[in-house]
């Protein structure tokens, strides 16, 4: 990841968020780095199990809180060009529509989504399931769903790792406030505490019971699909032409 932001970035500010494992000694040959401790001590002892992923919205909290905008991401990212111009422009558009058409009925979005061919960086075996499919029913005790439009091939879940987010009303109190209360409370994120991560599936993974969960992935997809129709079209871009996913095997 760091390679690919100082070929097209040298000189951008990156913020690096230490949980209690990095090895800064290794990261000084990039200048552009800024190391912040996560303060673990204004937060639950729960906090501290990194592998709920808790941290995570708290992070994004954060910077939001500091800046009008942010990329977050994993190191899985690795950048293959450095002109993000079109997915700022399409971010910005959305600033200046005075009027906005009424959203489609659910029937004509159902079938546009049975029509509609996903671009072509599309990542089947990552993203091609929906957003019921991947959390225990917990959770739904604090985040409330309409479960006939969740079960949906139109509300699919997509991976956490990479986002960009804006600091916008909609961004705040449709997403992050309940983002960030979702992983303060004991049993909304960690849903039973004995969750795999895991999602197997041997028949349709757009209507079988949920038998797994993915933490802070499942909350925020989840609380985007509610807060926009359980319709990706309506918070997803697709727009994948400018980055790879690598993670370690």
């Known amino acids: 990841m760091l390679e690919s932001i100082e070929r097209y970035w040298p000189k951008q500010r990156v913020i690096v968020y230490d949980l209690g494992d990095v090895d ?46 942010i990329w977050y991401m994993d190191s899985s990212i690795v950048f293959k060009k450095g002109d993000l111009s079109h997915v700022y422009e399409l971010i910005k558009c959305r600033k200046y529509v005075t009027h906005r058409p009424p959203v489609k009925p659910i ?88 969750e795999w991560t895991y999602c197997r599936f041997l028949g349709d993974r757009f209507s079988e019971p949920p038998k797994c969960h993915r933490f802070d992935q499942s909350v925020v997809n989840l609380l985007a699909a509610n807060a926009f129709y359980y319709d990706r079209h309506y918070y997803v871009s697709e727009i994948v032409d400018f980055f790879n996913i690598e993670r370690q095997q």
Request: proline share 3%; with cysteine; glycine share 2%.
């Open 107 to 194: 029937f004509v979005r159902d079938l546009r989504e049975a029509l509609t061919e996903h671009e072509s960086g599309w990542d089947v075996h990552q993203w091609n399931q929906n957003v019921d499919e991947c959390r225990k029913m917990k959770i739904y005790k604090f985040i409330p769903t309409n479960f006939a439009e969740i079960k949906k091939p139109k509300a699919k879940m997509y991976d956490a790792g990479f986002v960009f987010a804006a600091r916008t009303r909609d961004t705040i109190e449709k997403i992050v406030k309940w983002y960030v209360l979702c992983a303060l409370e004991e049993d909304c994120m960690a849903g039973n505490h004995r």
């Open 24 to 69: 800064r000694g290794k990261l000084e040959k990039w200048n552009f780095l800024e190391f912040r401790q996560f303060n673990f001590t204004r937060y639950p002892q729960y906090v501290r199990n990194l592998d709920e992923f808790r941290w995570k919205p708290i992070i994004i909290a954060e910077m939001l809180k500091e800046f009008s905008s």
